[in-house]
């Protein structure tokens, strides 16, 4: 039997809080999710069952088929060989070609949109020019590359090439070691290949490839006429080499496109007229030949095409020119237009709303088997999923018009009916939002999907603008532009559409951990417990500290020595990529790099500079409980501190208790809060917002955990906070520490409102009450808590609607709990692909109900 | 010596593709695991040996 919510006094009469659907009476809590799914139709309830998930934990993969594949790393290494000479920007895009020209090419039963980025359904590629350290760890593995000799030898080739060894040069020994801990920064991009990238799809299904071939073109009969001009002036003319060596790349990266694509047309017909037999499935294979055919050659003319054409454009994105994590693009409003002419004038590629439906269920099941040849670290941190694949809906057109649209209610219904653990929806929330879409929103939370997580549309679009007076060049986003964002990972807007977008991690993305360095700042800068080894500079003795002044501003110390080693770190990176990374595929769907014949690794229009304090609250609480106990009551000393840490509280029980009581955030405390407040504020955005990033804006804090507050949390000590060495860190980036906030769901809201100075995003992880959210007051209270939420201008929020009592059940059966989703922190996960503990660190979390007090806080309606 | 030429999994490139060369053609094989079928199209030459798939066409 499910649990039905205790009733309640509110407004002075009895609430009772019965199920919104009666039937759900006969389901134990136990295992609500598994009758959650409705696939929309039969083919999407196969595509399902038979889906090649590439889930992590703890590192590994879960499933034993998955493993890398060697062609593309085979392909690009023999276009480097053979373009030695060449332009750099040149040999890029032959590698590119090399590899569509000789990939074997996968087209799997049932499918609609095709394409793949390895030579098995069951492989990802890998990626030695980036970082070798990363291609190693796998050769070490059972998922090594097959013949492994080869993969040996490619990597070992790449080793002076690749981007690792050219940015390590830039530091010393002493500086990359402090790096690769991973524990007060995350290790440069250099050494992980860890990326992101908000493609230009919009050019891509606008224009299609050929108008985009014949652009570069006709930039390059400019140039060469610009040259030929008399009298020769050197201080102009010469600038048109390199263009025109990046407008000759981006051709050759097209065609090379267009045929891959088109090699992809040929093997759907040759299956439909020598392979397949059934005669319906023969015909839509034709129609799919037919579609790549067409694009992304030619502009998109129907729904169908846009996302054949946008699936083509992620995959040579994000897996086959460059690994690039995330699935970033304002999908609703960039589909709209096809979703009008399918469905509503029904003039090409005819469809039902519930045709619409089942291509995006078919899209997410797309993402879900899509593998990403990412590092050990980075497969660790995020454990029950493949990756970060995070779309971005909802929002407001420029004057705060509201974008929503019968196209992103098909994403939002598609998504509730499949239940799949990506990709994940982030919806911007406006007043002006409909009730209609703000509805599924609310179904796919309830149904504890986890997603869509919220952001605030205003925050967002607001900082765009903000950032766009940083621009280089003069040509930051526009208002307009401003209005059009989605996130780049799974908190930081960034710019969609057909220029201006984000292309490489260098600009915003990496952590920093102030966990670890309130460890370091009370011995010295050393970290004593997990790597024996100075992490940072010597701030002194703690127990030398007179006044809590001086262990502030030893925590700044120890953060602004981090964060602008890091900074400098991606920066390099950027400088490298711009030399020996470019892109040709990406600069020729981006009307700037167009336009100016800069390679979209050189060219930065709109900075978006951010950077990730990740278990920032665990810092936070722990200068709340020394300024209270050592400081202002003086029941104990830093040195009495300093021993019962080194002793991880073992023998000082009573003392931990202390530090553990003290004020914790997240309860609307005005002592911690205010101490708490500061420390964002000053410290963790102030010290940020110094520094100047390649694109000359600068750089501010995007707090999310994502699943680096398990993997951070067992690097770190133990803390004043009273929490054990080896305990997970704080699992948001401005969520109060797990189980720490006791005083309900608005004092959370209350508290984190008030942090608003120098931050770009911070993320808000809430649990809430499974039977409240069931019931037939579920949409009135949720609804009544955005809205609060909206007015005290908080960035983000996402939800966990999830029981102790199911997650405890999975924990015992696995088996039996396959479509049981969690939100771990910016990414959805499947439950019982999550190691332990990480699965206990959710269940820990408080789950939130709404008492009356709640309610008339929030003036809920019932 | 048996060519891919010969193969019934040989497929060639027709003139007017942008991949056309001479000669090249698309090797198309069916898979089938656990998860379903599948097929993979690999481009070849028509006179290179032909493979452990070969079928005659």
Redesign the interface.
């Known amino acids: 039997m499910s649990t039905v919510a205790a009733s309640i006094k509110y407004n002075g009469k009895v609430v009772d809080f019965p199920l919104a659907n009666p039937a759900e009476n006969e389901i134990a809590d136990e295992v609500l999710h598994e009758n959650l799914a409705r696939p929309t139709t039969e083919r999407t309830k196969r595509l399902k069952a038979r889906c090649r998930w590439k889930h992590a934990a703890a590192g590994e993969f879960v499933d034993a088929e998955v493993r890398a594949g060697i062609e593309r790393m085979r392909y690009i290494t023999e276009a480097h060989k053979a373009s030695a000479g060449q332009p750099e920007v040149i040999r890029r895009a032959l590698g590119l070609a090399n590899i569509l020209n000789k990939s074997t090419l996968v087209l799997q039963q049932d499918e609609f949109i095709i394409g793949y980025h390895a030579e098995d359904p069951e492989m990802f590629p890998l990626y030695p020019e980036l970082a070798y350290m990363a291609v190693q760890d796998y050769l070490m593995s059972d998922y090594s590359p097959q013949p492994k000799d080869e993969a040996a030898e490619i990597n070992e080739y790449w080793k002076k090439y690749s981007m690792q060894a050219k940015g390590e040069r830039y530091f010393t020994q002493e500086e990359l070691l402090q790096m690769y801990q991973v524990s007060t920064m995350e290790a440069p991009g250099f050494a992980t290949g860890y990326n992101s990238i908000s493609p230009p799809y919009e050019t891509v299904l606008q224009d299609g490839l050929l108008k985009r071939i014949e652009s570069a073109k006709e930039k390059i009969e400019h140039a060469k006429k610009e040259m030929q001009k008399i009298p020769w002036n050197a201080t102009t003319g010469l600038d048109w080499i390199a263009r025109i060596d990046v407008w000759k790349a981006m051709i050759i990266a097209d065609e090379a496109v267009i045929n891959w694509a088109r090699r992809h047309a040929r093997l759907a017909k040759i299956v439909a007229e020598n392979f397949e037999t059934n005669p319906a499935r023969k015909e839509e294979l034709l129609e799919i030949a037919e579609i790549s055919q067409r694009v992304p050659a030619e502009p998109c003319k129907g729904l169908k095409d846009a996302f054949q054409s946008k699936w083509y454009t992620y995959l040579i994105c994000h897996a086959i020119d460059r690994y690039a994590s995330g699935y970033a693009q304002k999908e609703d409003e960039m589909l709209e237009p096809y979703y009008n002419i399918s469905v509503k004038e029904k003039s090409f590629q005819p469809m039902t709303h519930t045709d619409v439906v089942e291509m995006v269920e078919m899209e997410r099941l797309k993402i879900s088997e899509h593998g990403a040849g990412k590092s050990r670290a980075y497969r660790e941190i995020f454990p029950g999923s493949n990756d970060l694949f995070i779309l971005t809906i909802g929002g407001t057109k420029p004057g705060y018009v509201d974008a929503c649209s019968d196209m992103t209610d098909a994403i939002l219904e598609g998504a509730r009916n499949i239940r799949t653990t990506e990709p994940s929806i982030v919806f911007r929330w406006h007043p002006v939002g409909r009730e209609k879409t703000k509805r599924l929103v609310f179904e796919c939370i309830r149904d504890g999907l986890g997603y869509p997580s919220i952001k605030h549309d205003v925050i967002g679009t607001e900082q765009l603008k903000y950032y766009s007076q940083f621009s280089k060049n003069s040509n930051g986003a526009t208002d307009e532009e401003a209005h059009y964002w989605g996130l780049v990972l799974c908190m930081s807007p960034g710019v969609c559409g057909r220029r201006k977008t984000h292309k490489t991690r260098s600009e915003g993305g990496g952590s920093i951990f102030p966990a670890k360095m309130m460890e370091i700042v009370l011995a010295d800068g050393f970290d004593w417990s997990y790597s024996g080894m100075q992490l940072g500079p010597h701030t002194g003795d703690p127990t030398t500290f007179k006044t809590f002044e001086l262990l502030w501003e030893a925590f700044r110390t120890q953060y602004a020595y981090a964060i602008s080693k890091v900074i400098r770190a991606k920066d390099i990176m950027r400088y490298f990529e711009s030399k020996f990374l470019q892109m040709p595929f990406v600069s020729s769907i981006d009307d700037g790099c167009m336009e100016l014949g800069v390679d979209a690794m050189e060219l930065s229009e709109q900075p978006n500079g951010w950077h990730n304090p990740i278990t920032t609250v665990v810092a936070a609480n722990s200068l709340v409980a020394v300024k209270k106990l050592i400081y202002d009551e003086k029941k104990y000393t830093m040195a009495q501190l300093v021993t019962a840490l080194h002793a991880n509280w073992h023998g000082y029980e009573d003392m931990r208790q202390d530090f553990l009581n003290a004020p914790k955030w997240g309860n609307d405390d005005d002592y911690a809060d205010a101490i708490i407040k500061d420390f964002y504020e000053d410290i963790i955005g102030g010290e940020m917002a110094k520094i100047t990033n390649y694109s000359g804006g600068p750089v501010l804090p995007v707090g999310q955990a994502v699943g680096l507050y398990m993997e951070i949390g067992s690097r770190t000590g133990p803390t004043p906070d009273g929490r054990f060495g080896g305990d997970a860190g704080d699992d948001g980036g401005i969520s109060p520490y797990m189980g720490t906030d006791k005083k309900g769901p608005t004092a959370v809201l209350k508290s984190v409102s008030k942090v608003q100075k120098n931050q770009k995003a911070n993320l808000l992880n809430q649990r809430l009450s499974v039977p409240i959210m069931r019931s037939v007051h579920g949409f009135n209270i949720w609804k009544s808590y955005m809205d609060a939420w909206e007015q005290l201008n908080i960035d983000h929020v996402q939800f966990n609607c999830v029981s102790t009592a199911e997650m405890k059940a999975a924990q015992k059966e696995p088996e039996k709990h396959q479509d049981l989703i969690v939100r771990v922190s910016g990414f959805s996960a499947r439950f019982v692909d999550i190691p332990t503990y990480g699965q206990n660190t959710i269940i820990a979390r408080n789950e939130q109900a709404f008492g009356a007090d709640d309610l008339q806080y929030l003036n809920t309606q019932l | 010596m048996t060519t891919c030429k010969n193969c019934s999994f040989y497929?060639a490139?027709?003139e007017d593709?942008?991949?056309f060369e001479a000669g090249k053609g698309?090797c198309?094989l069916?898979r089938e695991?656990a998860?379903?079928?599948?097929?993979?199209?690999?481009?070849t030459k028509n006179d290179s040996a032909s493979c452990k798939a070969f079928k005659k066409a």
């Not at chain 2, 998860?35 to 481009?43: R, T």
Request: charged share 35%; glycine share 10%.
């Open positions: 497929f490139v027709p593709a942008g991949d698309d198309v069916e695991d998860k379903g079928k599948y097929w993979l199209s690999k481009p």
